[in-house]
């Protein structure tokens, strides 16, 4: 199920990295990510990354779309 906003409202949504469990495999460190708006979407959002890039594998998630950025960050 997908969200769908009207011209000029915005969507916000969280990108959830590794489990801290432990239970992801085929670790790397990401230097660029790309975040893309559904499944065979032309267009990504590109969040910048720290320097040294960040940790992923394969339990890195994103979170349902929400109404504002606190919502996001929180579920």
């Not at 906003?5 to 969507?11: D, T």
């Not at 969280?14 to 708006?37: H, I, K, M, R, Y």
């Not at 890195?60 to 579920?75: E, F, H």
Request: net charge negative; aromatic share 6%.
């Amino acid at each position: 199920m997908g969200a769908t906003l009207r011209g000029g409202e915005s969507g916000y949504a969280s990108v959830l990295l590794p489990a801290a469990d432990g239970s992801g495999s085929n670790g790397c460190t990401a230097e660029s990510l790309a975040v893309c708006f559904g499944q065979g979407a032309s267009t990504a959002a590109h969040p910048s990354l720290p320097a040294k890039g960040v940790y992923s594998d394969s339990s890195i998630r994103v979170s349902y779309g929400q109404p504002t950025m606190d919502d996001a960050l929180n579920w």
